[in-house]
């Protein structure tokens, strides 16, 4: 007994360890389709050329002669008085499609996410560029300042007693805190007087305290903030006295501004109390 076309294409495909869906991924043929032509059931077929045209796709693909599946589906078309053919369906050619819509939106959205990416690095570059040229020039001021500043106290030194004077005392300060590149969230203290507030580049604080003055800044913002008193640039902590703490804190009185006007700097051996404003 001969076997079925149908047979004789699942037979051939099964020996060659083919499955239905690589036949449908290959041939772009829908797996309902294979599954059908496996089972000789052409009624879900969209008839005519389409099923010649499957049928020849699919013999080729699992090495079954093209023309001898043809002349089995007519000979069966004619077995069957053409029955399989006689009532026309309507074929959507999208169930011969595979998955290239969707692999192309995939393609578009991971290329959409790679040049994000890339743009979020390099504008991170530049930025990272910015900072340290920023640095540079706040720490080749400190440097003139320093200098400026240690020559300044050199002439202040009393010839008749031998001791340091201070240049500057609480009664003279004026001092400005700003922002450099980005806002900073800052606690501040003047003469008892508290504030927390976000500094922006572009309004720097302002003080003249009389007794003392507690600032307060994030560490990771250490970069980005400068403090001036009347006119000169004084260094501030990169760490804070705490290491374990997220926030830099420092104070300026009468006991420790010669000190700092002098050095151009403050240091937690300087400033009195830097837990103060906690």
Known sequence: ??????????????????????????????????????????????????????????????????QEALQDYAALIGNQNNQIESEPRNYRPEVLTDNRTSSSLRTIILAALILGLGAFGVLSLVRYFQNNQSNAVVNNSNASVNANGNLSSSANVANTSGSTVSALSMNELKAEFKALNEPVYVSSNSDGTKTSTLLTPDKPMSFEPKENLKLGYAKSLASNVQLTINGKQIALPTTPLNPRRSVIEFEITKDNLAQIWQSGKISFDEAANPNALR
Do not use: H
């Open 1 to 66: 007994m001969s076997i079925t076309l149908g047979e004789k294409l699942r037979q051939a495909r099964e020996a060659r360890g083919i499955s239905i869906s690589e036949v449908a991924e290959q041939t772009r043929i829908s797996p309902l389709y294979i599954k059908s032509i496996d089972e000789d059931d052409y009624r879900t077929l969209p008839g005519g050329i389409f099923n010649k045209g499957f049928l020849k796709s699919y013999a080729k693909y699992v090495g079954v002669d093209e």
